[in-house]
């Protein structure tokens, strides 16, 4: 960031079809080999939104120090209009979106256990997410973020 690293505030992991390679905020990530739980997970959740996602993006909050700051999932690699499903297990956390264009304008859903979230149309272009830190909370929480690299 600004020509210096730094560690991200959360881990990450990136599993996928062999040739699905994902790029954001200047990092580069080559995919790790599907294993047979996410490959289950990848189908029921294709079955809901009638996608076949080649990828996921893994997430692990560890406690409530553990954030991602505001953003847009535009990648060109994800296409003009992504779907994604946001599937989170373990601590309940807040997922803030507010308009790209004004952002007095914003609303909170509690991503619990379980939690299925779909993004897509045109969320991306208009809209922007955050899962902001939350001190009180210290429990571990694991999302994963199905994906359709083209």
């Given at each position: 960031?600004?020509?210096?690293?730094?560690?991200?505030?959360?881990?990450?992991?990136w599993?996928?079809?062999n040739?699905?390679?994902?790029s954001?905020?200047?990092?580069?990530?080559?995919?790790?080999?599907w294993?047979?739980?996410?490959?289950?997970?990848?189908?029921?959740?294709?079955?809901?939104?009638?996608?076949?996602?080649?990828?996921?993006?893994?997430?692990?909050?560890?406690?409530?120090?553990?954030?991602?700051?505001?953003?847009?999932d535009?990648?060109?690699?994800?296409?003009?209009?992504?779907?994604?499903a946001?599937?989170?297990f373990?601590?309940?956390?807040?997922?803030?979106?507010?308009r790209?264009d004004?952002?007095?304008i914003?609303l909170?859903?509690p991503?619990?256990?379980?939690?299925?979230?779909?993004?897509?149309?045109d969320?991306?272009?208009?809209?922007?997410?955050?899962?902001?830190?939350?001190?009180k909370?210290?429990?571990?929480?694991?999302?994963?973020?199905?994906?359709?690299?083209?």
């Amino acid at each position: 960031m600004y020509c210096k690293e730094v560690f991200l505030p959360r881990y990450s992991a990136w599993y996928g079809d062999n040739d699905k390679s994902y790029s954001y905020s200047g990092i580069t990530l080559q995919p790790n080999k599907w294993n047979n739980g996410l490959l289950f997970l990848k189908e029921q959740i294709g079955k809901i939104v009638n996608i076949n996602f080649n990828s996921v993006l893994m997430n692990w909050y560890r406690d409530g120090e553990d954030y991602i700051n505001w953003h847009t999932d535009a990648e060109k690699e994800l296409g003009k209009n992504p779907i994604i499903a946001s599937l989170n297990f373990g601590a309940t956390r807040r997922f803030l979106i507010r308009r790209s264009d004004d952002n007095s304008i914003k609303l909170q859903f509690p991503l619990k256990h379980g939690t299925l979230l779909i993004m897509k149309d045109d969320l991306q272009h208009f809209w922007q997410h955050s899962v902001p830190k939350e001190k009180k909370i210290k429990q571990t929480r694991i999302n994963l973020t199905f994906r359709t690299i083209v």
